[in-house]
């Protein structure tokens, strides 16, 4: 795992590899969502535990809470951009957190992530498919990095 996290945020950290970033991301979610048969989730219990089958263990990405449109949760594993303040990379790595979500019928949203500093385990949200998230503000437009003030991508 840990090897696989090194190789998605040095491909993030370079806007330029945005492109094998985002592939890159979409092969593994594929993988993922093959061999574990994540398939469209029933409701937002099942949508929080299929994204959890993304990974290796439901005890680092814990669901926190469900409300009656969202799914909260934690990335506990410890992020090779940790602290680098890098939020647009952190964005690109999530493509991985997207796909599985959109196989699951939901969406995905970083809120607060590993890459700003201080901050030692990402929040995220997860809505099924179609939902309104204008509410849920990314950590990437809330948090920009120097330099890309302004600029907002698509989240």
């Known amino acids: ?28 979610a594929a993988l993922a969502t093959r061999t574990k048969r994540i398939g469209p989730a029933t409701g937002l219990p099942a949508l929080g535990a299929a994204w959890q089958r993304g990974f290796a263990s439901p005890k680092q990405v814990p669901v926190t809470a469900v409300t009656a449109d969202t799914v909260l949760a934690r990335i506990d594993t410890p992020c090779p951009l940790r602290g680098t303040g890098r939020t647009a ?18 969406q995905f949203v970083v809120l ?13 949200a997860l809505r099924l498919a179609g939902q309104p998230m204008d509410d849920l503000v990314p950590a990437h437009i809330r948090a920009p990095e120097a330099g890309l003030r302004g600029r907002a991508l698509r989240s």
């Open 89 to 106: 990379a952190c964005w690109r790595m999530m493509e991985y957190d997207r796909a599985v979500a959109a196989a699951a019928g939901g």
């Open 112 to 124: 607060e992530s590993q890459a700003e500093p201080g901050v030692t385990a990402c929040r995220v």
């Open 1 to 28: 795992m840990s090897a696989l996290l090194t190789i998605s945020a040095a491909l993030a950290m370079h806007p330029a590899l945005g492109g094998a970033s985002f592939a890159w991301s979409r092969l593994l």
